[in-house]
């Protein structure tokens, strides 16, 4: 079994409890790594590393620090293949989907905090004759990042690098579900030359390793990504000492089709929307409206689409479907779709696990299900599933629409299908998410707001809400 390690000041070492948790691999339904079980110990010697580390790396020029981030993209570039093959093993989504969205991604967002490393620039306010005012955006200190095991390697760096592009030490905490990423992110780090202490990755489950990252007092500020749960839990611990806190929380995303937009182009992306990576990204929209006239049309369309959709091993190119992420997980959404069954819910495809042959004959595979029949109120429309499950439901009027797509207590994404421009514009104002998409889905320019209303989350990621989330703003009042 592959033992893997801490990456502290500069160094891979051992937890100092000496305590492992097993990591599976999904295809295969056995564990083959094992991963610290960091705790408080950890977290301090991190955080002590950082601390000296911290003079050195905020007063270093932009351009050195972009140099180093940049050497960690292209590292990350280089070693593409062996990084999909690894995500692909430790989460069981399809090899082709880590080496065309993961790792490209993860790359990409260290280029992108690179440049932006260069490029950010502060506000300055003049008071006519009296006085000018000028913005320092100063860099945090130590700061802690935490992320989920949907997207690995691609949500820990979209945390990680605008932190230390913005000249910030780090604490980062993978998921122990998909650790493997992370682990290989370590040693590129060595590789690249990043001074000891600046980035340093734990390990550990998240009521150890994680809450003991929270509540460090010299860790100012929390980055987390996961769910609505322990998204609650952080804000708990975090507000009364003050800390800056960004949540990027669960969704129950809508759909929502009218009958004037382009069919296919819709359906295309509607069993992407759907279905992607098992349906275990947060964006994944699982609530799915249809106007009226063509909901038989699209639920025609939309079955058979689904139906033609490979589920197999991971490692398989063909493979569009793979392996659940971990068995509790597994478990988790073959409840739901239980659950919506016994709330009377009809399923129009899927609803079994799949057993396939050979090495992953004990895999954790679950067949894309499409539900019809409930209402908007029940369950199964109202709780994330964050599987390969959806809901199909009709609808007449926009208000109606609307009033089913803010329903819940979620608010991350929404897509909108119409050729009416008009409509377009007034349900993306109305419609009560933090990210729209219209005739598209996933269509992302890292320079834009990203994040949640209501239980799914608060603050911004991306572009310059990324960086002044990692800096302290300070005002400076020049009298004329
Ligand atoms: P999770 O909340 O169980 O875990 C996420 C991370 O937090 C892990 O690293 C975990 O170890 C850690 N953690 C758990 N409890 C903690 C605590 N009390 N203190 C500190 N750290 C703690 O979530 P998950 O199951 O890994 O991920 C799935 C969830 O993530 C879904 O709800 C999904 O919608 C959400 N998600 C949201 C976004 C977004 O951008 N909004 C993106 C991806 C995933």
């Given at each position: 079994m592959i033992q893997l390690k801490n990456y502290i000041n500069g160094k891979l070492i051992q937890p100092l409890n000496n305590q492992y948790l097993d990591n599976y691999h999904p295809a295969i339904g056995l564990p083959y790594s094992l991963v610290p079980d960091s705790d408080e110990r950890d977290v301090e010697l991190a955080v002590a590393a950082a601390g000296a580390a911290f003079e050195g790396w905020s007063n270093m020029q932009a351009e050195q620090r972009c140099k180093i981030l940049l050497k960690i993209a292209d590292l990350i570039d280089s070693k593409n293949d062996l990084l999909a093959e690894i995500e692909s093993i430790d989460s069981g989504k399809p090899v082709k989907l880590a080496a065309t969205l993961d790792i490209p991604r993860a790359a990409s967002n260290f280029r992108f905090f690179a440049a932006a490393a260069l490029q950010f620039a502060s506000e300055s306010h003049h008071m006519e004759n009296s006085a000018i005012n000028y913005t320092l955006r100063q860099p945090i200190g130590v700061v802690g990042c935490i992320s989920p095991w949907n997207l690995p390697l691609y949500l820990f760096t979209w945390k990680i690098a605008p932190a230390l592009a913005a000249g910030n030490c780090v604490i980062a905490k993978p998921s122990e579900v998909t650790p493997m990423t992370a682990f290989e992110l370590s040693k590129i780090c060595m590789e690249a030359g990043m001074?000891?202490?600046v980035l340093n990755i734990l390990h550990g489950a998240g009521p150890h390793c994680g809450a003991a990252i929270v509540k460090?007092?010299?860790?100012k500020a929390i980055s987390f990504t996961g769910s609505t749960r322990a998204g609650k839990e952080i804000a708990s611990v975090a507000a009364p000492l003050f800390k800056k806190i960004s949540l990027e929380l669960g969704g129950k995303n809508p759909n929502i089709i009218f009958a004037d937009c382009d069919f296919e182009k819709m359906i295309r992306t509607t069993v992407l929307s759907s279905f992607n990576n098992q349906g275990e990204i947060c964006l994944c929209g699982s609530r799915i409206l249809v106007e009226r006239p063509i909901y038989e049309k699209f639920v025609t369309a939309f079955v058979a689409a689904t139906k033609q959709l490979k589920i197999g091993d991971?490692?398989?190119?063909?493979?569009f479907i793979g392996a659940i992420v971990s068995k509790p997980h597994f478990d988790k959404i073959n409840y739901h779709i239980r659950l919506a069954q016994e709330e009377g819910g009809k399923l129009l495809c899927g609803g079994n696990v799949v057993q396939l042959a050979g090495?992953?004959?004990?895999g954790w595979f679950i067949e894309p299900t499409i539900i019809e029949g409930?209402?908007?109120?029940?369950r199964t429309n109202q709780e994330e599933i964050f599987g390969p499950v959806v809901t199909v439901m009709p609808f007449d009027t926009e208000a109606e629409a609307l009033q089913i797509a803010n329903s819940t207590s979620y608010g991350l994404s929404a897509t909108i299908w119409t050729e009416n421009l008009t409509r377009a514009h007034r349900m993306a104002a109305q419609v009560q998410s933090g990210i729209i998409w219209i005739n598209c889905w996933?269509?992302?320019?890292?320079r834009t707001p990203f994040g949640g209303m209501k239980n799914s989350g608060t603050g911004r990621e991306g572009g310059n809400e990324a960086m002044r989330f990692f800096t302290e703003a300070k005002n400076v009042c020049i009298k004329l």
């Open positions: 001074p000891a202490g460090h007092s010299t860790i991971p490692m398989d190119p063909e493979t090495r992953c004959a004990n409930l209402p908007w109120d029940c996933l269509h992302r320019d890292l």
